[in-house]
């Protein structure tokens, strides 16, 4: 039976990977799939802050001049530099100075606008009569909108950010295993191939590493790379590499006395060559476990860091900011606030986990 198969027999890894699928795919069009379409989803309306699931809101949208100079692929997948959407309670015509006025959606005095609109910015012809213009902005700039998970402590869209927090989480994952794997495994396979001293010496290394709580390592290694969201996840990964260095030392150690390595050795293939083309391949396996396990504890350690205010900084949609921006709504209505950046934590840890187990399953030859 081949390993695929073997993989999808175990349902709850296939639903799994099928969901961690969707995941990505929805990370990757975050932006479109989105209401708040500005950088970061960082659009505040404090008018409508803290605001329940399912609650709507007429939203008046526009474009200002700035954004057309925009890269259109840069704003697809990244969004707009400025914000281009305002909940609004009503807006009205100053036909004779060329401007709309548009009115809070707010408690107070609604008499009062709060935002000016001119005509050219909305691209509207000044020599229109009232009621066109009122049906051009009524077809191009005004509609109802529901705010599907409710708005934050700041009147930001909750579900656009944690569409966008979907991407960091798994851009952690992504570099924070690439680099783990890819250390561990090169080192792994010298110390267990060549053994002796070589062995030693990356042994008292990852001894050493291990010895240090990962908290404080992945600390001490981003204040040595510097502020920024990628060293930050350069961190991560610099982080945890040794389980993959011991357990692929481990296999190495048993692998390089089997039969069809010395057969390499006496036809005169170079270690490089025997460690790529027979040896490594065989190791699949147990990296491909290795690798989903990193996952999981790299999305964890990034909202750990990130609620510590250690890891991405503000305003950035992180789930682990979102948990610490709101953890003090756990005792009044809007416990959501917290609990649904929990929750996606929590099931994208354990998918990760489920497919590791399956992984395992898959390339256990006794199964």
Not at 62 to 72: A, I, L
Not at 292 to 307: H, K
Request: some cysteine; aromatic content about 12%; overall charge positive.
């Amino acid at each position: 039976m081949s390993i695929w198969h073997k993989f999808i027999k175990n349902k709850l890894a296939f639903y799994a990977l099928c969901y961690v699928i969707v995941v990505v795919l929805v990370a990757m069009f975050a932006v479109p799939l989105s209401l708040d379409k500005s950088k970061d989803a960082n659009s505040i309306q404090l008018s409508i802050a803290a605001k329940p699931p399912l609650f709507s809101a007429t939203i008046f949208s526009f474009d200002k001049k700035t954004e057309s100079q925009e890269n259109g692929f840069h704003k697809f997948f990244f969004g707009s530099s400025n914000t281009n959407l305002l909940v609004i309670k009503e807006f009205r015509l100053n036909h004779a100075k060329k401007e709309v006025l548009l009115f809070d959606d707010g408690e107070g005095d609604s008499s009062l606008f709060y935002q000016t609109k001119s005509y050219e910015s909305l691209m509207l012809t000044p020599t229109a009569d009232s009621i066109e213009i009122l049906k051009h902005i009524e077809k191009k700039h005004v509609y109802q909108k529901t705010f599907w998970l409710g708005t934050d402590a700041f009147g930001r869209d909750v579900l656009s950010r944690m569409l966008l927090g979907a991407r960091i989480s798994l851009l952690v994952g992504f570099i924070a295993v690439f680099i783990s794997v890819t250390l561990g495994v090169l080192l792994g396979a010298l110390a267990g191939y060549y053994g002796n001293k070589t062995d030693a010496f990356i042994m008292w290394l990852v001894n050493t590493i291990w010895s240090i709580p990962t908290l404080l390592l992945v600390i001490a290694f981003s204040m040595a790379l510097g502020k920024g969201v990628w060293q930050i996840f350069a961190a991560v990964g610099l982080s945890m590499w040794v389980d993959a260095a011991r357990i692929v030392r481990g296999q190495i150690k048993s692998i390089k006395e089997q039969e069809y390595v010395q057969a390499a050795r006496v036809l005169g293939y170079s270690d490089l060559r025997i460690l790529f083309r027979h040896v490594l391949p065989s190791l699949i396996g147990p990296v491909s476990v290795i690798a989903a396990s990193n996952f999981a504890s790299a999305i964890l350690l990034e909202a750990g860091l990130s609620f510590l205010g250690l890891g991405v900084r503000p305003p950035a949609p992180s789930w682990g900011i979102m948990i610490k921006e709101h953890f003090g709504h756990i005792v009044l209505d809007s416990a959501y606030l917290a609990v649904i950046p929990g929750l996606a934590i929590m099931f994208l840890v354990m998918a990760f986990n489920l497919i590791g187990n399956g992984f395992r399953d898959a390339f256990d030859v006794r199964l």
